[in-house]
């Protein structure tokens, strides 16, 4: 487990042009949830579902990751086994950035990736349409699936998210809500705490936190990375 654990969500893949679900003209406004993203919506609208996520998966291909994921690609980079980065996103641009597969944890999935209904068997389909790649799994015959967690559904990553929590000594929350993950009660769990959002949110008392940075994460995330630095240094 590691000293420093870096949170982040939608907001910081915002700025490379992936839209999040809550803006204005999110992804949310255009599709309900309940239709693509809900327990049961592959039973209920299978095709329609597949066709969001293959949308999805064409729309991340030619996104750059932009300054906010370089500079937590080189952190992770200088200090592998005193950081652990943890995101909400299911896009790969943290990955586009440099960051190795065994270096993140997608704690709601990733868009790349298939996963069998029935083995759970994962492949990495990169920008494919599903149909494309396979009607069904190669290992076992069965349905496959996006490898995204629906709303409703268990999240198995969450159990790693609770052993970072319960051993860093820093939290970074970078670009979320607060409406899925209660970041709030994370920051009450470390010895210091950094918030950056791009504006307040009603689910998050940013009172709680030893840092706050309403601004762009790329803006932001210099002087959150000298914090880091300043602080693993000292430890």
């Given amino acids: 487990m590691s000293k420093v654990l870096i949170l982040s969500g939608a907001g910081i893949s915002a700025e490379s042009g992936i839209s999040t679900f809550r803006e204005a003209d999110g992804l949310w406004e255009k599709h309900a949830i309940e239709d693509v993203c809900t327990a049961g919506c592959l039973d209920m609208n299978e095709e329609g579902t597949i066709k969001f996520y293959d949308a999805r998966r064409v729309d991340i291909e030619n996104k750059k990751p932009n300054y906010a994921h370089k500079v937590i690609v080189e952190l992770k980079q200088k200090y592998p086994h005193d950081i652990s980065i943890l995101t909400q996103n299911v896009d790969d641009l943290f990955e586009k950035a440099g960051m190795k597969e065994d270096e993140i944890v997608h704690l709601h999935g990733y868009l790349r990736e298939l ?103 790329t803006e932001a995330i210099g002087e959150i990375a000298q914090y880091i630095e300043d602080f693993l240094e000292n430890e």
């Fill in 115 to 217: 996963r069998c209904r029935e083995c759970d068997e994962i492949f990495d389909i990169a920008y494919q349409n599903q149909d494309s790649f396979a009607h069904e799994c190669p290992s076992c015959g069965a349905k496959l699936r996006p490898n995204i967690v629906f709303f409703g559904e268990a999240a198995p990553k969450y159990q790693i998210l609770t052993q970072e929590l319960n051993s860093c000594k820093l939290i970074v929350i970078i670009g979320t809500s607060g409406n899925v993950l209660d970041v709030t009660y994370f920051a009450q769990l470390t010895d210091k705490s950094i918030l950056n959002n791009l504006e307040p949110s009603n689910a998050i008392d940013d009172s709680y936190f030893t840092k706050v940075y309403y601004a762009k994460a």
